[in-house]
């Protein structure tokens, strides 16, 4: 199976695959019998998706399995490292750590500009106006690996989860943080471009 993107370092094993046609992706053989029934319905691509997924964990940790809690979060099981998974069509992500994990995967889309205000509150004082829907889509994707490392239903993307400023051209270490009334949770993201995608990694510290 060859990667499409590997950022893998000593937090983290992160791995990118694109999809290719050629490439075998068999349901029966890369499903967890626990998913097969609720996965085998969905679209074509959303099943691609899935099992790229399963079939780079075959690779990393042959004998672990993806599970979902209720809240939908994706576990492994035997449950001795930490996961985070993404896709967007025709990429799939998967980071495995010691540690928790967050990783999201965006491509870069106009539609994005149409919602902005349900996600950024103080980033909007360093976007430039030029370049507004690619420093939105690196935000979002930002406090969207945020959200899947330490998240809580009563939050929200705009008022709980902030992105300090940043510079599309150095995306090494983009410093961001989690909060509420009564405490601030800081974390440094590593955000990777390629293509028309922004891919962002955060780990906990």
């Keep these: 199976m060859p990667l499409y993107q590997n950022f893998s370092d000593n937090k983290a094993v ?11 992706l068999n349901p029966q053989e890369l499903l967890e019998p626990e998913n097969y029934d609720k996965v085998t319905h969905y679209h074509s691509k959303k099943i691609a998706e899935v099992l790229m997924v399963r ?6 940790l042959p004998e672990h399995k993806i599970l979902y809690k209720e809240s939908g979060e994706p576990y492994l099981m035997p449950a001795d490292k930490e996961i985070s998974i993404s896709h967007s069509f025709p990429l799939a992500a998967i980071a495995i750590s010691d540690k928790k994990v967050g990783i999201d995967l965006e491509m870069v889309k106009d539609k994005i500009v149409k919602i902005k205000h349900k996600f950024t509150l103080n980033e909007s ?11 939105l889509t690196a935000i979002w994707c ?4 945020l959200y899947k490392l330490h998240h809580s239903k009563f939050w929200s993307l705009k008022k709980n989860y902030e992105v300090e400023a940043f510079q599309l051209h150095h995306l090494d270490n983009v410093r961001c943080k989690v909060y509420d009334d009564t405490f601030s949770d800081y974390f440094w993201a590593q955000l990777k ?9 955060v780990v906990e510290s």
């Design 55 to 60: 079939k780079m964990l075959k690779q990393l």
């Design 14 to 24: 992160v791995w990118v695959w694109k999809y290719d046609e050629s490439e075998e």
């Design 125 to 135: 004082s360093f976007i430039i106006p030029e370049e507004e829907k690619e420093y």
């Design 193 to 201: 471009r390629f293509d028309d995608f922004f891919f962002s990694i």
């Design 142 to 145: 930002v406090k969207e690996s």
